[in-house]
């Protein structure tokens, strides 16, 4: 049982305002600041000690705890403070929050204000309602999270990553739409570069086509040996970038070009195992052109929960209690920060947040009706993982 006045404290009405002034907040990545510095004034409202590091110039990540009563388990919540560029077709201004047919829109109302926003209340009702625990409870916002993933490898290096498990407040509902992951693929880019020969274009057999060379590795990649895993399946991959040949037009057999492929990786294979079959890909082919295979970033690791683990049981009762249904899991293809905490860290994440609507579209939603279990979760699992 949580003991006290920390579930009657929680305020729905806190978290739609919240989430109302986070979206009039610009912060599509690069441009984190104005949320650290709303984030950071909320928590020091509620008696939290905070830190601003500066990850890159006027890109700060936030970190602020509250220490309970004696020693004990460290627990942190971690939200990402980037959301993506706009995309074309709004129906209104996306930093302007709308509320229609009981949702919420705006730019970052899913992902992932919506999740700030009931962490926000959790911590609140936990500072108004004295609420005792052992050991910490902290609360992580990071940048980049929608690009390179540089706020949470910052964090990595801090004693905010020191801790038990970190909840992700991700838009992850445990339901159909988006079950709960044990797991996450790792990825890598492929930066590939073909070096050919130039000729006039007229008597292109003088000179060696780096673009068709490219072309041919590009129409066999389906031949690259993706390893099976027995939860993920298999990786996959798609080619992102191609370019090459002239700036200024002139009939020259181009000498150059590089492409770039995205490759999601299972467990057990590495970066250096999918250069090596990309190299055996290329070589098998017999192509005049010298071949170059480099990666570039982002890069991330995979990585697999066990059900064992404390904050996953404590989660599983939770949910079933509060929704009134078990759960659903799967092993996700995709990545959030998790893969740096998890898959580089070592450290156990759960992904939970309100349902999904719209994520990295337009006219992004959250459903309101999932502010209030989502934010009455949070609170049970703080309370249970730190020994209520």
């Given at each position: 049982?949580?003991?006290?006045?920390?579930?009657?404290?929680?305020d729905?009405?806190?978290?739609?305002?919240c989430?109302?002034?986070?979206?009039?907040?610009?912060?599509?990545v690069?441009?984190?600041?104005?949320l650290?510095?709303?984030?950071?004034?909320?928590?020091?409202?509620?008696?939290?000690?905070?830190?601003?590091?500066?990850?890159?110039?006027?890109?700060?990540?936030?970190?602020?705890?509250?220490?309970?009563?004696?020693?004990?388990?460290?627990?942190?919540?971690?939200?990402h403070?980037?959301?993506?560029?706009?995309?074309?077709?709004?129906?209104?201004?996306?930093?302007t929050?709308?509320?229609?047919?009981?949702?919420?829109?705006?730019?970052?109302?899913?992902?992932?204000?919506?999740?700030?926003?009931?962490?926000?209340?959790?911590?609140?009702?936990?500072?108004?309602?004295?609420?005792?625990?052992?050991?910490e409870?902290?609360?992580?916002?990071?940048?980049?999270?929608?690009?390179?993933g540089?706020?949470a490898?910052?964090?990595?290096?801090?004693?905010?990553?020191?801790?038990?498990a970190?909840?992700l407040?991700?838009?992850y509902?445990?339901?159909?739409?988006?079950?709960?992951?044990?797991?996450?693929?790792?990825?890598?880019?492929?930066?590939?570069?073909?070096?050919?020969?130039?000729?006039?274009?007229?008597?292109?057999?003088?000179g060696?086509?780096?673009?068709?060379?490219?072309?041919?590795?590009?129409?066999?990649?389906?031949?690259?040996?993706?390893?099976?895993?027995?939860?993920?399946?298999?990786?996959?991959?798609c080619?992102l970038?191609?370019?090459?040949?002239?700036?200024?037009?002139?009939?020259?057999?181009?000498?150059?070009c590089?492409?770039?492929?995205?490759?999601?990786?299972?467990?057990?294979?590495?970066?250096?195992?999918?250069?090596e079959?990309?190299?055996?890909?290329?070589?098998?082919?017999?192509l005049?052109?010298?071949?170059?295979?480099?990666?570039?970033?982002?890069?991330?690791?995979?990585?697999i929960?066990n059900?064992?683990?404390?904050i996953?049981?404590?989660?599983?009762?939770?949910y079933?209690?509060?929704?009134?249904?078990?759960?659903?899991y799967?092993?996700?293809?995709?990545?959030?920060?998790?893969?740096?905490?998890?898959?580089?860290?070592?450290?156990?994440?759960?992904?939970?947040?309100?349902?999904?609507?719209?994520?990295?579209?337009?006219?992004?939603?959250?459903?309101?009706?999932?502010?209030?279990?989502?934010s009455?979760?949070?609170?049970?699992?703080?309370?249970?993982?730190?020994?209520?």
């Amino acid at each position: 049982m949580v003991t006290g006045d920390f579930l009657k404290k929680l305020d729905d009405s806190y978290t739609c305002r919240c989430l109302e002034e986070m979206i009039r907040i610009n912060s599509v990545v690069g441009q984190e600041a104005e949320l650290a510095e709303y984030l950071k004034s909320e928590l020091e409202a509620l008696g939290m000690k905070s830190v601003v590091e500066e990850v890159e110039p006027d890109r700060p990540n936030l970190y602020a705890r509250l220490e309970g009563d004696g020693p004990g388990k460290r627990l942190n919540f971690n939200c990402h403070l980037d959301t993506v560029p706009v995309v074309e077709g709004w129906d209104s201004d996306p930093f302007t929050p709308v509320i229609k047919d009981a949702k919420m829109y705006g730019l970052g109302s899913c992902d992932m204000k919506g999740g700030i926003a009931c962490t926000l209340n959790m911590l609140k009702a936990l500072a108004d309602s004295e609420h005792k625990f052992d050991g910490e409870l902290s609360f992580s916002g990071v940048i980049d999270e929608e690009a390179y993933g540089k706020g949470a490898k910052a964090m990595l290096k801090t004693d905010f990553a020191r801790v038990d498990a970190i909840v992700l407040a991700e838009p992850y509902s445990g339901d159909e739409s988006k079950p709960i992951p044990l797991g996450i693929t790792g990825k890598m880019l492929y930066d590939v570069h073909v070096k050919g020969e130039a000729a006039h274009g007229f008597s292109p057999h003088l000179g060696i086509n780096a673009i068709e060379d490219a072309g041919k590795i590009i129409a066999n990649l389906k031949k690259l040996e993706f390893k099976e895993h027995p939860n993920f399946g298999k990786g996959n991959y798609c080619t992102l970038k191609v370019e090459g040949g002239y700036e200024i037009y002139s009939v020259v057999v181009p000498a150059g070009c590089r492409f770039e492929v995205n490759r999601l990786l299972v467990p057990g294979e590495t970066v250096e195992t999918a250069i090596e079959d990309m190299r055996g890909l290329v070589d098998s082919l017999g192509l005049d052109s010298e071949v170059e295979i480099k990666t570039k970033p982002p890069r991330y690791e995979a990585y697999i929960m066990n059900m064992d683990e404390k904050i996953i049981r404590v989660f599983d009762q939770v949910y079933r209690e509060v929704m009134g249904r078990e759960p659903l899991y799967e092993y996700a293809y995709g990545i959030t920060d998790a893969n740096i905490f998890a898959g580089e860290g070592g450290i156990p994440c759960l992904h939970l947040g309100p349902k999904r609507g719209g994520a990295h579209q337009k006219n992004e939603y959250v459903p309101l009706d999932w502010l209030p279990p989502v934010s009455k979760m949070f609170a049970l699992i703080a309370a249970r993982f730190l020994g209520d």
